[in-house]
């Protein structure tokens, strides 16, 4: 089956003798589905399983021919138009590769996609166009690169450091003062400086956390089976016992190294 198969699969799946559920869909209904498919392509990625990237690969692709079809039956857009658009943007964004100019280096093509991209910005300013609806340490990601690229930034990474240092510090203060507000916005702005941290780094705030979240899950599993084994709960284990698990389930990560 080839990609307009799939396209004529999904014209079948939405005709009156298709299926009822997806007859029943309307592009937004759609918005959590585009997006647990987006993140389990991540997901996949990261696993590095070829098998798995595939699959989800496939899956979102279908989620694009969905949405192109329900637009299609609107008369707004076929999926040939939107190919036809991403087309055009990538000829105009690639000046070296299918105009006169020359660059050689990804940083230069990096500064000459920023240029173009923002000369198509509907209004002045150089966040323009970063939704809301991304999550928010990506949105943090974004903001970040988009001021550096015009000399709002620390001079080295020493500047952001010091910078989470006075977050924290200030984090405290609003801990001490009891007020749920300020501590909420300084939470923030912690996570806020974190990103940018990992953007100065070179590391994606949202990967990284992820990251993080599955290294936690294999931990706290290893936890719970250490437990099962023993014939006892988590909940009746002192936090002594239950750091001595968690040293006991770290030392997992370093075995499989």
Request: hydrophobic share 40%.
């Amino acid at each position: 089956m080839d990609f307009y198969d799939l396209v004529e699969l999904m014209a079948v799946l939405r005709s009156p003798e298709g299926c009822p559920w997806d007859r029943a869909q309307a592009v937004g209904d759609l918005r959590p589905y585009i997006m647990e498919e987006a993140l389990e392509l991540i997901e996949a990625i990261d696993s590095a399983d070829n098998d798995k990237i595939k699959e989800e690969l496939g899956d979102l692709l279908f989620e694009i021919i969905f949405v192109a079809r329900i637009m299609e039956e609107g008369g707004a857009f076929s999926v040939d138009d939107a190919a036809d658009s991403i087309g055009a943007k990538m000829i105009k964004r690639h000046p070296h590769v299918f105009g006169k100019d020359r660059l050689s280096t990804p940083a230069q093509v990096q500064e000459s996609w920023t240029r173009i991209k923002a000369r198509g910005n509907r209004d002045d300013s150089v966040l323009s166009g970063i939704t809301e609806e991304l999550p928010a340490l990506v949105i943090a990601n974004k903001y970040g690169q988009r001021v550096a690229e015009v000399g709002f930034d620390w001079d080295n990474v020493g500047g952001v450091i010091d910078k989470l240092q006075e977050e924290i510090g200030e984090l405290q203060q609003a801990v001490s003062s009891k007020s749920q507000s300020r501590t909420e916005d300084e939470i923030g702005d912690i996570l806020f400086t974190v990103a940018n941290l990992g953007r100065f780094l070179g590391v994606h705030p949202e990967l990284a956390l992820r990251k993080a979240n599955r290294k936690f899950r294999s931990r706290f599993r290893r936890m719970e089976q250490s437990v099962k084994k023993a014939g006892t709960t988590l909940s009746g284990m002192s936090i002594g016992e239950l750091e001595a698990l968690w040293r006991e389930a770290k030392k997992g990560d370093r075995d499989k190294g």
